[in-house]
């Protein structure tokens, strides 16, 4: 994993923009606005953070910068090892950009989160995993179900087409192959549904392109945040490549 990419929320009207994006070069660390940063600016009066406080300006450092590095909890802290179980990765895993592009480096104090550029596997297929998000507005069947999931269980994909906050909303629910087991389990992240929709359109047979599965599932007393997560892989299309509307451009290039 070698980019990131930095999401921003209007407080006013909830919408999300992606503004920036942090990339590792030769051991040194990369931040740059890209154009979703002026569209921030012009529909909800975005402005440059206080940390990065030029559009223009190429911000480098050898260290991770503060506003990345302050959305993971220390190696002291005793529920570290929870936090990291959660990830699904190994306890020592230290590597901050892995940390960051599986769990969003949400906080309660502002309204930004992180997400990873989905990588090209070596057998040619486009691999992510993330959490299923929209937890916390689900029926209280939908928790249950969720909590009778298992590593390696079959997600399925479904538009919600008749959703007023997000249109292009992506859906995810239960495989449905025993009658009556039909449940919504979650949404898939908002970043990625530019991708998935495209790979949707490219392909004649959605149920063998794209596949999702649960990777894990955390109980609680486990954040609502980090309860379902999932893999996604499908094939790469051809010609295709992620995060590639005008939105993601740097600004200075």
Known sequence: MK????????????????????????SSYRFVYIQGAED???????QPLEAFPSFDQIYESEELFALFANRL??????????????????????DPIVLLGRS????????M??????????????????FANGINHLPESSLQRIEQLKAGERLRLM???????????????????????????????RYLLDDA?????????VATMIRIEVERINLPPAPKKFRVLCKMSARW?????????SKYLPINR
């Open 40 to 46: 921030a600016r012009q529909k909800s009066g975005f």
């Open 159 to 189: 538009k919600d087409i008749q959703n007023t906050y997000e249109g292009s909303a992506l859906l995810l629910r239960t495989n449905a192959e025993v009658d009556g087991d039909l449940h919504i389990v979650g949404y898939c992240p």
């Open 73 to 94: 909890p220390p190696a002291s802290r005793t529920d570290y090892t929870n936090f990291v179980d959660y990830l699904n990765l190994s306890p020592s895993e230290k």
């Open 113 to 130: 989160q992180v997400f990873p550029e989905p990588e090209k596997s070596a057998d040619g297929f486009y691999v992510t995993r993330f």
């Open 237 to 245: 299309p051809n010609g295709f490549q992620p995060f590639t509307s």
């Open 197 to 205: 929709v495209t790979i949707i359109d490219q392909c004649s047979d």
């Open 104 to 111: 969003s480096g949400e906080r309660m104090t502002d309204t």
């Open 3 to 26: 980019n990131l990419f930095l999401a921003w929320q209007d407080p006013r009207s909830h919408a999300w923009f992606p503004i920036g994006r942090l990339s590792v070069e030769h």
